[in-house]
C-alpha cells in the first residue's frame, strides 16, 4: 500500500513518522518548500511542493490531509476527483455543505472518506464505549467533558469550538449511539483572534445531555470526561487512560493498557482501505460534528437554542 500526506505542521509530524514507521508513507506534499524538503529526506520519499504535481507524478492508494481546516475542502475534493482514499485531520471542512459535497463524492467514487477524530481509537473510550453498550452500570444519562490547555500558536485560522470542541462532539455522538437535537453554547475570546473558551450543552432524547467545556487559557493540560449511568459514575483521562468507577460505596480501576490512539487510527484507515470492516469515522457523522459546531458558534451569538434535525 502506498500513502501520501499532504502537510506537515504541527500535529502533521506524528502522521508522517506513523505512517513511515508502517512502512506505507511513499511521498510528502507541502507549500512550504524547506518542510517538503526536510520531510522528503528525513523519510526518504518523493517531496513535492504542489498538490496537482504529486497526483500526477505519484501511483498512491490514500492520501492523509492534514493542512489548516480552512483549506480541507479544496485539498480533499481534487484526491477523491483522483478516486483516492482520503483521511482528513479535523474538522472534515469548516462549511458544512462544504462537508456535505466531499461526502457525495466519496461515495459517487466508491472511496473512503474519513475524518480525525481521535478519540473513538483512544483505548480508554473504547471501554467505556463497551460498558454503556452492555449496560453494564445501567443506561448512560450524562455525559461532561472537560478539556483545558494553553493555546496552541500553531491554530490560527480556527477558535476552540472548530478546533478542541469538536473531538467531544463527535465521541459524545459515538457513546450515546445518536445525534443531538439541541445545542446551547456560550463561547467568548480573551488572547485568541477566534473564541478560546467555550461551553456546549447538547440534548439528545429522552433527556440524555452532554456539557462540553473547553478553554485555551490556562496553562495546564487536562482532558478528561465522566459518563453517568444509572448506577455508576464512570470516569476516565484521555491522557493516562486511566478509568474509574464510583458506585454508592464502592470504587473499581478497571485495567487498561495504554497504546497511541493516533496509530490505532491510522492502522484503522489502512485497514479499511484494504477492505476490512473497521470502526472508522463515516463522512456524513463528521459533516454531522461540522454542523454542531456551525450551532455551537451561532447559539453562542445568538444566545438562544438551535434545533437540529440531522441524520
Known amino acids: 500500500m502506498k500513502i501520501v500526506q499532504i502537510g506537515t505542521g504541527g500535529w502533521g509530524k506524528n502522521h508522517a513518522r506513523i505512517l513511515s514507521e508502517l512502512g506505507v508513507l511513499s511521498a510528502i506534499c507541502d507549500a512550504d518548500t524547506q518542510r517538503s524538503k526536510e520531510f522528503g529526506e528525513k523519510y526518504s520519499v518523493n ?32 484526491l477523491l476527483e483522483a478516486k483516492k482514499h482520503v483521511f482528513v485531520e479535523k474538522p472534515l471542512t469548516y462549511k458544512t455543505e462544504e462537508g ?37 452500570y445501567g443506561d448512560l444519562i450524562m455525559l461532561e467533558f472537560h478539556r483545558e490547555n494553553r493555546m496552541p500558536l500553531h491554530i490560527k485560522d480556527v477558535g476552540i469550538i472548530y478546533d478542541t470542541s469538536v473531538h467531544d462532539i463527535d465521541t459524545a455522538n459515538w ?36 456539557i462540553i467545556t473547553s478553554n485555551w487559557i490556562t496553562p495546564k493540560r487536562i482532558r478528561k470526561f465522566h459518563a453517568i449511568c444509572n448506577d455508576a459514575r464512570i470516569s476516565s483521562d484521555f491522557i493516562t487512560q486511566e478509568i474509574k468507577v464510583e458506585k454508592q460505596e464502592e470504587i473499581e480501576n478497571i485495567e487498561n493498557e495504554k497504546q497511541e490512539p493516533l496509530l490505532l487510527e491510522i492502522q484503522s484507515f489502512l485497514n479499511a482501505v484494504e477492505g476490512k470492516d473497521e470502526h472508522i469515522v463515516k ?29
Open 47 to 78: 517531496h513535492y511542493e504542489s498538490l496537482e504535481n504529486m497526483i500526477s507524478s505519484e501511483e498512491f492508494d490514500g492520501a492523509f490531509v492534514i493542512t489548516p481546516t480552512s483549506t480541507h475542502a479544496e485539498i480533499a475534493k481534487k
Open 100 to 136: 456535505e459535497e466531499l461526502a457525495r463524492l466519496a461515495d459517487k467514487n466508491r472511496v473512503i472518506l474519513t475524518c480525525g477524530y481521535i478519540e473513538r481509537f483512544n483505548p480508554a473510550v473504547g471501554i467505556v464505549k463497551n460498558l454503556v453498550k452492555e449496560k453494564k
Open 283 to 311: 463522512a456524513q457523522q463528521a459533516v454531522n460534528v461540522s454542523k454542531i459546531a456551525e450551532a455551537a458558534l451561532l447559539s453562542s451569538q445568538k444566545g438562544v437554542p438551535i434545533y437540529l434535525d440531522l441524520k
Open 175 to 210: 457513546l450515546f449511539d445518536e445525534m443531538p437535537n439541541v445545542v446551547f453554547a456560550r463561547s467568548g475570546q480573551i488572547k485568541h483572534e477566534h473564541e478560546d473558551f467555550a461551553t456546549i450543552m447538547l440534548g439528545y432524547k429522552d433527556n440524555k445531555v452532554a
